[in-house]
């Protein structure tokens, strides 16, 4: 089964920059779109950003598009979420995912927690106004 280890969180002030990292275990890194949601306290988890599976197609949480992009190394079998001009609404424990489908299709892009189906277990990311 897959594994997957996030890094990169930290205490930052607004406007500042992170670089989150994702490493994944298994064969197969290659063929599933991956995914970064977020959950702050008391809050639901939340979609953030996700990409296909070769990198072709990204989507974003309209709120972080212009300041967060993802990206993927397939060779190091590694996901990346670098976040600029941090806010502290930014604030949250940030999970990597990866999606249920052994697809490249655009389709399994997808924003739905319920649609990945393993988890890392989280970096928390703190913004301070």
């Known amino acids: 089964q897959a594994q997957l280890v996030e890094s990169g969180g930290g205490l930052v002030q607004a406007g500042g920059s992170l670089r989150l990292s994702c490493a994944a275990s298994?064969?197969?890194?290659?063929?599933?779109?991956m995914g970064w949601f977020r959950q702050a306290p008391g809050k639901d988890r939340e979609f953030v950003a996700v990409i296909s599976a070769s990198g072709g197609y990204t989507n974003y949480k309209d709120s972080v598009k212009g300041r967060f992009t993802i990206s993927r190394d397939n060779a190091k079998n590694t996901v990346y979420l670098q976040m600029n001009s941090l806010k502290p609404e930014d604030t949250a424990v940030y999970y990597c995912?990866?999606?249920?489908?052994?697809?490249?299709?655009?389709?399994?892009?997808?924003?739905?927690?319920?649609?990945?189906?393993?988890w890392g277990q989280g970096t928390q990311v703190t913004v301070s106004s």
């Open positions: 298994g064969r197969t890194f290659s063929s599933y779109v």
């Open positions: 995912a990866q999606g249920r489908a052994m697809s490249d299709s655009y389709y399994y892009a997808s924003s739905r927690s319920s649609d990945y189906n393993y």
